[in-house]
């Protein structure tokens, strides 16, 4: 098998439970090369645009300023055409509810955590490589994701000790370290962001048809869904609301960037604490074996 790279970008909503989804696609790396080109070809046919943010092609603004729906919708139709063209054999989409996580989770949860991105990062890695292992691929699988501020540090950091909950089969298939790219920039980041902002409109049972055709259409044939249910979000708020002391001080950014420090440091040298099925347990075996750590060095 040739080698396979994951692409992920997220689509936030404004409305509910203000779902947050990243949604992925993987595909052999020939493939994504030429489905770059075509997708580039197709960006500069008239009328042009640079790059494709579905944010921006919603609104009609940015690349679509002053375009009318009709010549937006044809467009998408001819970007729509190089992805079945290059169609990846497997599409993902992990879901959160922003509204129930900052209701319940970050108030109470540590500097790294208090927002989704790094619980739904690992999500994704999570579920592509399980599902990969289940299909009996053996070739380790490239992440890139679309870029985050401070989130990308943190799974640098801790990627390798939470892949530790995941059965070797899985881990195996996660080539490491993962990755992060300009949207603008890194093609098929942009067919990510596609997916994502069409499976949310999809979810939020917009009336729309055109849209709701496309939606379909884009997913591939095998499509896994990952929602995080939010009774397992209340339950993370009420472990970290009753977390160990050890924890308390890590709801600072000056903390948050020391525990970093200490991480880079222990990482260096080959030392990863004992990992624990629950976040909370987890994050205080960190803190307490790189406080240990950094205490005997």
Request: overall charge negative; cysteine-free.
């Amino acid at each position: 098998m040739m080698d396979l790279s994951a692409y992920f970008d997220d689509s936030g909503s404004d409305f509910g439970k203000r779902d947050l989804v990243f949604a992925g696609l993987v595909n052999r790396d020939d493939s994504w090369e030429q489905f770059s080109v075509a997708w580039s070809a197709a960006l500069a046919k008239p009328p042009s645009i640079e790059y494709l943010k579905m944010a921006e092609a919603n609104g009609l603004r940015g690349q679509f300023a002053g375009w009318t729906r009709d010549v937006r919708d044809q467009k998408l139709e001819s970007l729509v055409e190089v992805l079945d063209r290059f169609r990846p054999p497997w599409t993902y989409d992990v879901s959160i509810g922003r509204t129930e996580y900052e209701r319940h989770v970050s108030p109470v949860s540590p500097r790294g955590l208090s927002t989704p991105y790094f619980v739904i990062t690992f999500g994704a890695v999570s579920a592509v490589a399980r599902h990969l292992a289940s299909e009996g691929v053996s070739k380790p699988v490239r992440f890139i994701f679309d870029e985050q501020n401070g989130v990308d540090t943190d799974i640098a950091l801790f990627l390798d000790y939470m892949l530790e909950n995941l059965d070797s089969d899985s881990r195996e298939l996660v080539k490491r370290p993962v990755g992060y790219g300009d949207d603008k920039h890194n093609l098929p980041l942009q067919v990510a962001d596609m997916l994502a902002w069409h499976i949310r409109w999809q979810r939020e049972d917009r009336e729309d048809p055109t849209i709701m055709r496309r939606a379909e259409y884009i997913r591939s044939k095998t499509h896994i869904e990952m929602p995080i249910p939010a009774e397992m979000i209340r339950r993370w708020g009420t472990a970290f609301s009753q977390a160990l002391p050890i924890l308390e001080t890590l709801k600072t950014k000056g903390e948050w960037q020391r525990l970093r420090t200490v991480a880079e440091r222990s990482k260096r040298a080959g030392f990863t604490p004992p990992h624990a099925d629950d976040p909370v347990e987890a994050l205080a075996n960190i803190r307490a074996a790189w406080d240990k750590f950094r205490g005997s060095s």
